[in-house]
């Protein structure tokens, strides 16, 4: 029996348009996590579905002269050619355009109104008299009210910044007829969340251990408590004719808001997964209404952090007083940029998942990339074209398949292609390193620390190749066939190193499935689960003497940098010169209030002289102690001996570095920074690192004869 049953989704994209690249580094983060815990022996059911509804879908057919269910279905059509493409294991894929949720978000509505959770009453918007429509906040410009700008949108001016309501623009337009809007009073209905049993609720659930991360938790509570840059307001869920959505079942001439039906499309997409019989052929007997009913099921989404205020708030709190299930966890992250800028087709910062796939590129170079920089935190990750190949050819080829590259030879010539005996295990082992590093890389894996498993793995895989190194197979080989004690030798080092490569085939099969099918295939083992490597790890278990392997074949190719060159050379801008960085699932009626998690500075050093230098006190210091700080994701308290005293520091470089592996270790401290007082304490100077953050941080450290206190010039 499973340990575990999951239910698994990504947010919608909206059925508008093709996949962006930050749709792609939300799903390979949720399909790694969905592969490890399939590998744990877990029963994982991974969904995703079209957001297809809305104003936007209706009036782009209406703009290319289709029906809107025919623009969704050829969108719906090319879903397969991405997520096959870069190996995406969902189990089920569907469309928020679906009969499923019809019933579904129906459903939803009549119970949150037995609740008493729905009014209606009046609101004033822009009505497009040509259009015959009411307008979104989008569809509106005019000149600004207190600089007199011309053709701006209402918030914010992009001139002067100043806020404004649509009401407030001078001269009005509509973007869709150009004609000037009138102010026209319409029935909405509202969903309300300010009731005092919905904050109750909302209380409870994000304050469950575990949940939410540390800074969605604190975020979510912000707009909860009103102390935070949006109030908790009731929510708009209805749209009047004409709009491209599911009808009002009470209500003629009325919609649901898009944003109310799309997350139930998570609900129906599940659903039609249970009634076209695809749970049942995963192992499930239970029905659908069984299933999300069930106590031991976890529901569990991946989104990005600029939908945090719709799952956290009212997704959870519909779920409740619909009577349904809430989600277990909310699992956010942060966008994605190239070479530290925000995506832009126009400026040739985009990357085009298609193009990607279309030149010939390994998908799995980039699975790999981005998980290498994927970590629990809400952190944005950055595409950076020279450390991708470096990092690719360096692990991938450079580490794990030169590991087979270089043995697979002398097994198949002394050893008739069959696993020598495995001496016991030395010290300094690739696999005492697997020993060691397992079952830090599985509790990474089920963290969401994908970095971090990445590092670890390839510490061990550093060692097998110095272990390498160190034998010398390849001169043992020149006498192992008249030598006894070479071929011994040769015999050690080949088993050891494969059981090694099993391993960390092991390690790398969540992010590397096809890869790691290949290997699997010379190997000639079962598809790995992680139950097949046992603590202690027992050598003749794992790859017992005798077995036979397959033929090797060169298992993956480098990155050549001309094919980075072809992925930005040819993007070409879209109608509005961008290209999402985020995954978004639809444009916001009103653009929402920034969702700030945390921020990098990326502002360009100025010049300074030699004398500017010499005012650092920069000096080789001795880390301490170092302990985690509670309420703080980022932060390392340490205390760092520098020499004439002692001093505390609060360094953010917890995504990289155990607590524990820092003890003891020479690092690089400035000296004589300003004290800064924080809530956890006072931070008296900065450790310095490098790198572009999350889990690729890197600490400076002196070189062998370094004393604390020794001053850095």
Same mark, same amino acid.
């Given at each position: ?123 004033? /918007? ?5 259009? /015959? ?156 209404? +069984? ?7 976890? /529901? ?78 809400? +952190? ?226 100025? +010049? ?106």
């Amino acid at each position: 029996m499973p340990n575990r049953r999951l239910f698994v989704t990504t947010a919608l994209p909206y059925a508008n348009g093709p996949f962006h690249i930050g749709h792609i580094m939300e799903y390979i983060q949720a399909d790694i996590w969905v592969r490890f815990q399939r590998m744990q022996g877990n029963a994982v059911h991974f969904v995703g579905a079209d957001d297809a509804h809305g104003a936007p879908i209706m009036l782009k057919a209406e703009k290319d002269g289709v029906t809107p269910e025919a623009l969704i279905a050829g969108i719906l059509a090319t879903r397969p050619k991405y997520l096959e493409g870069f190996h995406l294991s969902f189990d089920h894929w569907h469309s928020t355009h679906s009969p499923e949720n019809v019933a579904l978000s129906t459903d939803i509505y009549r119970q949150l109104k037995a609740a008493d959770l729905i009014y209606v009453k009046p609101v004033e /918007q822009f009505f497009d008299p040509a259009k /015959q429509m009411f307008l979104a906040d989008r569809y509106i410009q005019g000149e600004c009210p207190n600089c007199h700008a011309k053709d701006q949108y209402a918030d914010a001016c992009e001139q002067c910044s100043q806020v404004n309501a649509p009401t407030d623009l001078i001269n009005p337009r509509s973007t869709l007829s150009g004609t000037t809007p009138v102010r026209k009073t319409s029935d909405h209905y509202f969903f309300k969340l300010s009731d005092p049993k919905c904050v109750a609720f909302l209380n409870e659930w994000i304050g469950a251990p575990g949940r939410l991360q540390s800074a969605v938790a604190n975020k979510a509570n912000e707009w909860l408590t009103g102390k935070g840059d949006r109030d908790l307001g009731d929510w708009d869920i209805s749209r009047d004719a004409p709009y491209f959505g599911i009808p009002m079942p009470d209500a003629p001439g009325k919609y649901f808001y898009v944003w109310l039906d799309a997350p139930i499309g998570y609900l129906a997409s599940l659903k039609n997964y249970f009634d076209t019989g695809k749970a049942r052929k995963n192992g499930e007997t239970r029905s659908f209404e +069984e299933f999300l009913t069930s106590s031991d099921v976890e /529901q569990i989404h991946f989104i990005g952090k600029d939908i945090i205020y719709f799952h956290t708030l009212f997704w959870p709190a519909m779920l409740k007083f619909a009577g349904r299930k809430v989600p277990d966890h909310v699992y956010v992250h942060g966008f994605i940029t190239v070479s530290g800028t925000k995506m832009s087709k126009s400026r040739g910062t985009g990357i085009s998942p298609l193009r990607y796939l279309e030149i010939g590129m390994n998908p799995e170079w980039l699975r790999y990339y981005i998980a290498a920089k994927l970590n629990s935190n809400v +952190e944005d990750i950055d595409f950076n074209p020279e450390d991708f190949i470096a990092r690719v050819n360096s692990d991938l080829v450079g580490k794990y398949v030169n590991i087979a590259s270089r043995m697979a030879p002398f097994v198949a010539r002394f050893f008739g292609n069959c696993m020598p005996a495995l001496p016991s295990m030395n010290e300094d082992s690739g696999l005492a390193a697997v020993a060691k590093h397992s079952e830090a890389i599985r509790a990474a894996f089920e963290d969401r620390e994908f970095g971090r498993a990445i590092r670890l793995t390839m510490e061990v895989a550093d060692v097998v190749n110095a272990e390498v190194d160190r034998y010398k197979p390849w001169i043992l080989a020149k006498d192992a066939a008249t030598n006894p004690q070479s071929k011994d030798r040769l015999a050690a080092i080949c088993a050891s190193t494969l059981a090694t490569f099993k391993a960390l085939t092991l390690f790398l099969k969540p992010i590397l499935p096809a890869l790691t099918a290949e290997a699997e295939a010379y190997l000639r083992c079962a598809p790995l689960q992680w139950s097949d490597l046992e603590l202690p790890v027992r050598p003749d278990r794992f790859l017992p003497a005798g077995h036979e392997f397959g033929t090797f074949k060169p298992l993956i190719t480098r990155v050549d940098p001309k094919q980075l060159d072809a992925l930005f050379d040819t993007i070409k801008p879209d109608a509005n010169g961008e290209a999402p960085a985020h995954t978004a699932e639809k444009p916001a009626e009103k653009p929402a209030a920034k969702t700030t998690i945390s921020e990098t500075s990326t502002a360009t050093p100025t +010049e300074i002289t030699v004398d500017d230098f010499a005012k650092l006190d920069i000096r080789v210091a001795k880390i301490l102690s170092a302990e985690t700080v509670e309420g703080a994701d980022k932060l390392l308290k340490l205390t760092v001996d520098i020499g004439d005293s002692q001093r505390t520091v609060f360094a953010g470089i917890r995504s990289a570095y155990e607590p524990d592996r820092l003890i003891g270790r020479l690092t690089v401290v400035l000296a004589n920074l300003k004290p800064r007082k924080m809530r956890f304490g006072l931070s008296e100077g900065m450790v310095l690192a490098a790198g572009p953050g999350g889990s690729d941080i890197f600490l400076l450290s002196p070189d062998t004869g370094a004393v604390p206190g020794m001053k850095v010039k």
